[in-house]
């Protein structure tokens, strides 16, 4: 079985990170150990080599070798796309893991809040998701609108396209972040599951911090929403048929 912990919308920063419900967070995790730690983005409020600090040195705090992370759109601001590159290398990335392929890439453009992929991207994540490995695509922004977040907006400008080529690349599962609500959607074949915020201030009405725990075993999906103490709610079981 491979387990994947999915956090995303960290946003390190004096005005809106929780320190002690990041602790809480890490110690959980680490009890979990995962064997994939997936990261999708919003690391930052500002995108300031202080904020990328703060949250590189709570990344650090988890105890795992795979970790695959990707910027969101507070890590694009005031040009700190180049400081997430520092802390974290590149923002697109492939990591062939076990019989799990992670693709994650930068849904993010500079000083704009709007998702957006691009059409230059396309090849190369089909290329990287020609295996018959459990296939996983990791962006910061939702490709399918979120309940309960108020007005629909920046869902990526493309995720049309991106949808159509993800499910051509028969992709499992999707993980985004950005609207601080957790969700899980199945369109076709392939699950599409936000994450809350794991640890900042910026929540939603009735919603809390959060993360996601995802169990992949021989095609059997589990998918849990765990509270930053641990508690964990079974939310999908998918058991393929013999
Ligand atoms: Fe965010
Ligand atoms: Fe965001």
Wanted: glycine share 8%; hydrophobic share 40%; with cysteine.
């Amino acid at each position: 079985m491979t387990q994947i912990v999915h956090l995303s919308d960290i946003h390190a920063s004096s005005a809106h990170f929780l320190s002690d419900v990041a602790e809480r967070v890490i110690q959980s995790v680490n009890e979990i150990a995962p064997d994939i730690v997936v990261v999708t983005g919003d690391l930052t409020q500002n995108g300031t080599y202080p904020e990328f600090a703060d949250a590189k040195e709570v990344i650090d705090r988890i105890d795992c070798e795979n970790k695959v992370i990707v910027p969101g759109n507070h890590d694009s601001r005031n040009v700190g796309y180049l400081f997430f590159e520092d802390f974290f290398g590149a923002r697109n990335s492939c990591h062939p893991l076990d019989g799990v392929t992670v693709v994650g890439v930068d849904s993010s453009q500079p000083d704009i809040d709007d998702g957006h992929v691009g059409r230059d991207l396309y090849d190369w994540i089909a290329k990287s998701f020609e295996t018959d490995d459990f296939k996983v695509f990791a962006l910061h922004h939702h490709l399918i609108p979120v309940p309960m977040t108020g007005r629909e907006e920046q869902i990526p400008v493309d995720s049309g396209d991106v949808l159509e080529l993800l499910g051509r690349c028969c992709v499992d599962l999707v993980l985004c972040g950005h609207r601080h609500v957790p969700w899980v959607w199945r369109l076709n074949e392939m699950f599409v599951v936000n994450a809350g915020t794991a640890c900042s201030n910026k929540i939603k009405a009735r919603t809390t911090q959060c993360y996601n725990l995802i169990e992949i075993d021989y095609g059997d999906l589990r998918i849990y929403r765990v509270l930053p103490g641990g508690e964990q709610e079974l939310v999908i079981d998918r058991v393929m048929s013999p």
